[in-house]
């Protein structure tokens, strides 16, 4: 896997509902059979996995998902396949999983994507009835990025 790939795949994405789903699925196929080696097998399955997600198929995405990370996906890829399986499952009606890896990365890592782990996460909680939590969650983030009112808005969401 090189630059080149990587460029060649955002450009595929970006394709993403200009053409049918099918197609689009299909470009993905095709372009992740070019990484041979075993080391980029998680990559591919990943990248099958977020086509699939995309276009509404999450049932096909899920085990490609559990796939890529049990052979080893790692980064940044890691993380948005935790952030997207706990999606699936959540959408697939496995709630209480789609929770448990949710909580995981929010315990344990931090990056550019804890927004987006609270955000699913509170999803997640509201289809299991928290909806406290999943409101407390929701407006914790959004304090962050908001020009006015950050400690007001983040402490009532904590009061909740």
Known sequence: MNENWETQL????????????????????????????????????????????????????????RSALDKGLTGLRRRRARIQLASTLRNNGKIDESIQILREEKANYSDELNDAVDSFLALSLSSAGEHNEALSLTLKAISKHLPRYNNSLSRYAENL
């Open 10 to 65: 955002q450009n595929i994405w970006l394709k993403l509902e200009t053409i049918s789903n099918d197609a689009f699925i299909q470009q993905i196929k095709d372009h992740v059979e070019l990484l041979t080696d075993a080391d980029s097998q998680s990559i591919a399955d990943f990248e099958r996995a977020c086509a699939f997600d995309s276009t509404g198929h999450e049932k096909e995405a899920e085990p490609l998902y």
